[in-house]
């Protein structure tokens, strides 16, 4: 019973436009949501963040939104480069006093030059 | 700067034999965790640490135990080895697991212990 889903296992966009990936989740005491990026043979790396009080997040090129009536976030990559070709994590964590990640099954991004 | 380290990055084992996994977090974190990664799955929690204690536990085999240390590094050791233990094992570290709302407490994670079980 995956907590925290990614439908979509791969996306792939031109260069220069909007990528959009998608995370649902179920668990209503979800109150932290993070993306991280994960190139092969390296371990995932920490993009952006977001918390349940906020619904939107942006930090440069990188912006999270969440929508907490529907427990779904997106994150959003304008301009795409090749460089973001990867694949993109969502993980959410519940409760103060634990940093547990629940990881979603990975979205493999693909930015075409 | 200093990321996770973690060795070794490759490791070769035979079924029922023994492994250790270590994880040296950034400088100055006091959490530590660690993450299965089977091929073509997801990363899995299995149990973390926060100043040498458990602090939570997830799908983790009772083959395996871990433990953090003095100077915050932590081990993974992993005993009667399946098939099925195959995978990546990642190990993350971050800075005071409780106050994550205040202080940047990401998790970052080291590159990750490949694990074969032959």
């Known amino acids: 019973d995956q907590q925290v889903k990614q439908n979509s296992p791969s996306l792939s966009v031109q260069e220069g436009r909007i990528s959009i990936l998608n995370c649902d989740y179920t668990?209503?005491?979800?109150?932290?949501f993070l993306w991280y990026k994960k190139y092969p043979a390296e371990g995932p790396t920490f993009l952006i963040s977001?918390?349940?009080?906020?619904d939107k997040n942006e930090d440069g090129r990188f912006t999270v939104f969440l929508n907490k009536s529907a427990k779904h976030l997106s994150l959003h990559i304008v301009p795409s480069q090749p460089g973001d070709s990867a694949v993109y994590f969502c993980?959410?964590?519940?409760?103060?006093?634990?940093?547990?990640?629940?990881f979603g099954s990975g979205t493999r991004l693909l930015v075409r030059p | 700067a200093a990321g996770v380290i973690q060795s070794p990055r490759h490791l070769i084992k035979e079924k029922r034999e023994t492994a250790t996994l270590k994880c040296y977090p950034i400088?100055?974190?006091?959490?530590v965790y660690w993450y299965q990664q089977g091929p073509g799955q997801d990363p899995q929690f299995l149990i973390s640490?926060?100043?040498?204690?458990?602090?939570d536990k997830g799908s983790i085999p009772d083959r395996f135990s871990a433990q953090q240390f003095s100077d915050y590094h932590s081990e993974l050791n992993m005993s009667s080895l399946e098939l099925g233990d195959s995978a990546l094992y990642f190990c993350?570290?971050?800075?005071?697991?409780?106050?994550?709302?205040?202080?940047?407490?990401?998790?970052?994670f080291g590159q990750g212990t490949r694990l074969t079980v032959v």
């Open positions: 993350a570290s971050s800075l005071g697991a409780r106050n994550r709302r205040d202080l940047n407490t990401e998790a970052f």
């Open positions: 977001i918390s349940s009080i906020k």
């Open positions: 668990n209503s005491m979800f109150d932290y």
């Open positions: 640490f926060y100043e040498k204690m458990q602090s």
């Open positions: 400088p100055r974190h006091d959490t």
């Open positions: 993980a959410a964590s519940a409760g103060d006093s634990s940093y547990k990640l629940i």
